[in-house]
């Protein structure tokens, strides 16, 4: 007697044999559940590209009374993790695919008091007298997060303030050439802070908005100020952040929350070229201060 099997029972069993061998031929280490397949000899890293950062250290290992510092050309292709005296301080965690930036006091650049693990943005990267301005504008994403930060006991903040972002100004060269300026720092036109768990941006404005011609380049005499918002709280969890500037306009965002614009005449009137900056920038001089901030991704658009 011959066994009949039912034609729909043959067709589930097609279907399983199908699924099976799906699985199967899936190539080991492709990208599923947002690129991890829990694949053990898969080593996934921050999505940073270095080919147009470079980062500043706290020390001074060679000794010519400056932070060091080291070129895309050394960081990318993870160039970074062959240099030594970068490991201690932007060194990757490969149990989050993120990259640690860790900074305390030590040795600080000419115009600050305090110390970094940060990158600065270079269009050129053999050229750091090339910036963009807001007319042609950019963008600067990333995801982040603060690990760990010392208590602050010398103020009313819990712990010590970082910023973890930037868009700094510079005096373009053609300016310079123009007023004979003998050095082109400008200042930082925005900066995002971490204090105590909510993420603050400051943007400079100018005191007096009829500031006009040579006056407007003043960078320490009171030209300028900081105009403060909170953006909101992240405490110490991962978080997306956007700074999106174009011609007299700025435009924050924090994760999917609604983003913060400035459209206003000190924006119009900004006389400064300008970079991106980000990463760990520690603002305190206090003995035993220092934080870690982890970055998942990075990324700048022109």
Not at 139 to 150: A, C, D, F, N, Y
Not at 172 to 180: F, P, V
Request: hydrophobic residues 30%; proline residues 5%.
């Amino acid at each position: 007697m011959k066994l009949r099997i039912p034609f729909l029972l043959i067709l589930f069993l097609i279907s399983i044999s199908c699924s099976s061998n799906s699985d199967l031929d899936r190539p080991s280490g492709s990208n599923t559940d947002n690129g991890n397949d829990d694949n053990p000899d898969v080593v996934v890293y921050a999505d940073v590209d270095f080919s147009n950062w470079k980062v500043t250290l706290p020390v001074d290992e060679d000794n010519n009374n400056k932070p060091d510092e080291y070129q895309p050309d050394e960081l990318k292709n993870f160039g970074y993790q062959d240099l030594e005296p970068v490991q201690p301080y932007m060194y990757d965690d490969t149990e989050d695919s993120s990259l640690i930036f860790y900074t305390f006091p030590d040795i600080s650049t000419t115009n600050s008091s305090y110390s970094r693990t940060e990158l600065r943005e270079l269009i050129n990267p053999s050229n750091s007298k090339e910036n963009w301005t807001l007319l042609e504008g950019g963008e600067m994403t990333g995801r982040l997060k603060i690990q760990s930060v010392s208590e602050n006991n010398n103020s009313g903040d819990d712990y010590h303030k970082v910023i973890v972002m930037q868009i700094h100004g510079i005096i373009s060269e053609e300016d310079m050439a123009t007023y004979n300026f003998d050095g082109n720092n400008g200042p930082p036109l925005i900066k995002i802070y971490w204090k105590d768990g909510f993420v603050w941006c400051h943007k400079k404005s100018l005191t007096d908005e009829t500031t006009t011609g040579f006056d407007l380049y003043g960078v320490y005499d009171g030209t300028w100020t900081d105009i403060k918002v909170n953006l909101g709280y992240v405490g110490y969890d991962a978080f997306d952040f956007k700074i999106s500037a174009s011609d007299a306009r700025i435009e924050v965002q924090l994760n999917e929350d609604e983003p913060y614009v400035y459209e206003d005449i000190s924006l119009d009137k900004w006389p400064f070229e300008n970079y991106f900056k980000a990463g760990n920038y520690l603002t305190s001089t206090d003995d035993n201060a220092f934080s870690y901030v982890k970055y998942y991704n990075l990324y700048v658009t022109h």
